[in-house]
Structures are given as structure tokens and as C-alpha cells.
């Protein structure tokens, strides 16, 4: 039995986890306090005590879905036994993560680029870096294609990195606007046709 007197205790990571999917489906500036404090069943003196501020929330919950929701995007490009692999496994894990059924379409962090407007300058940041995070750990996998000599040692690795988070970054925007994880894979086959065009030698066969 509850002691008298004393405030029900609420499930911390359960109303953060729920703060995240009020924020990726709406953005920062469109859910109101009350929208926040009604998704996480808590009033507005709990989540103040708990997590500070509302944008304190916005970062936590940021943070909490790179923790929990990115690794299915990502881990292709740990586990893929070739640079190609690694960069199509991560498009293809793109457009199934997008379109899950139960989840907002898209990617949090990649919908923080036009949905996180009103931020402070430090929560904008934090942002910034994550975003770039993807293209770091491609350009990353391509340097060590290109160390083991997979890849050409003449290539941009950062440019084609860049490319090819470009195109994820757009599958998250056709998801917001209900593209389906077939249309999604179509993005991504596409992309990856132009693969030989950008790491082979110029003149080199196909």
C-alpha cells in the first residue's frame, strides 16, 4: 500500500519515451505544454521538476531516440562486409525504419532540420552534430574501404558520405509525406546505381 500523504511516483523513461514520439510527430514548436504534460500523464510542476524545462525535455528526448530508435539504421554500416553493403544496408534499414507501423514517419533527428524551430543556440547544436554524426561513420567506413584497398585511395570520401546521407535525409522527409517503405527502397536502388559512377576511377569499366 501506498504511504499516505506521499505523491504517486511516475515512470520516468516510460513518460520520456512517450515525450519523444509527441516531439518526432509534431516538432518542438507545435507541441504545446499541455500537449507534452497529456502525453506524459504528468502535470506541469512534475515534468519541470524532472526534466527542467521543456527544451531540456526536447534534448533528452532527442537523445533518447538516437539511444533507442537509430542502431537499425546504423548497424549496417558496422556489420556490412563491404563499403557498398554497408552504404546500402543503411538506406534500405532507412526506408524500414521510416515507415514502421506504430512510429511517426521519418527520422526524429533528420525532421529537427526544419521542425525544431524556437530551439536555443546549444539544443540547435547538439542537433547539428547529430545530424553530421551519419556522415562521419560513412566517411569512416569508406576510409577503411579505401585502406584495405576496396576503394580507390583517389577518392572524397567526406563528399560521397554527404551524398549519401543527403538521400536518407530526403527519404525521411518523403516518409512525413507517406511515401511507403517500397517507394522508400526504389530511392535507395537508385542511389546506389550511381554507386560505380562515384568510387570508380574516371574511365574505368563498370
Known sequence: MAERGRPRRFDRQAALQRAMELFWERGYQAASMADITEAMGINAPSLYAAFGSKEELYREAVGHFAATE??????????????????????????????RPGRPPGCMVVMSAVNAVGVGEETGRILREMRAGSVAMIEERLQR??????????LDPRSIASYYVTVQQGMSIQARDGASRPALEAIARAAMAAWDGLVLPRGAAA
Open 145 to 154: 574501404a579505401m585502406a584495405e584497398g576496396e576503394l580507390p585511395a583517389s
Open 70 to 99: 537509430s542502431d537499425a539504421i546504423l548497424s549496417p554500416l558496422r556489420k556490412a562486409e563491404t563499403a557498398r553493403g554497408a552504404v546500402e544496408g543503411y538506406l534500405l534499414a532507412s526506408a524500414a525504419t521510416f515507415t
